[in-house]
């Protein structure tokens, strides 16, 4: 199983920039498909992001154009770089991962981070 650890959240103005991380470990890193979810309050966990072994990636439409997702394999970590902020967009973001194979269902997800706040104040 992969470990995951998330950072990089805050509080930021709508309209602004977070990027995220999330360093693993305890699998080869650069054969694992990872992934991005997040929950809002009262809301089912949902699918932002993902990116392949290979660099694929696949979005949400509702993020499609201002996130991006990356990942340096050398360190081990995924980046979510998120651009105009909305305040829609607040809520506690999770890296997943663990697999090779991307996908975009919450509970086909076999390893997940503890989660980092993001609020996008208006």
């Known amino acids: 199983q992969v470990q995951l650890v998330e950072s990089g959240g805050g509080l930021v103005q709508a309209g602004g920039s977070l990027r995220l991380s999330c360093a693993a470990s305890g699998r080869i890193f650069s054969i694992l498909a990872m992934h991005w979810f997040r929950q809002a309050p009262g809301k089912e966990r949902e699918f932002v992001a993902a990116?392949?072994?290979?660099?694929?990636?696949y979005y949400a439409d509702s993020v499609n154009g201002r996130f991006t997702i990356s990942r340096d394999n050398a360190k081990n970590t995924v980046y979510l770089q998120m651009n105009s902020l909305k305040p829609e967009d607040t809520a506690v973001y999770y890296c997943?991962?663990?697999?090779?194979?991307?996908?975009?269902?919450?509970?086909?997800?076999?390893?997940w981070g503890q989660g980092t706040q993001v609020t996008v104040s208006s």
């Open positions: 997943a991962g663990g697999d090779s194979v991307v996908v975009t269902a919450s509970g086909h997800v076999s390893s």
């Open positions: 990116i392949s072994w290979s660099g694929g990636t």
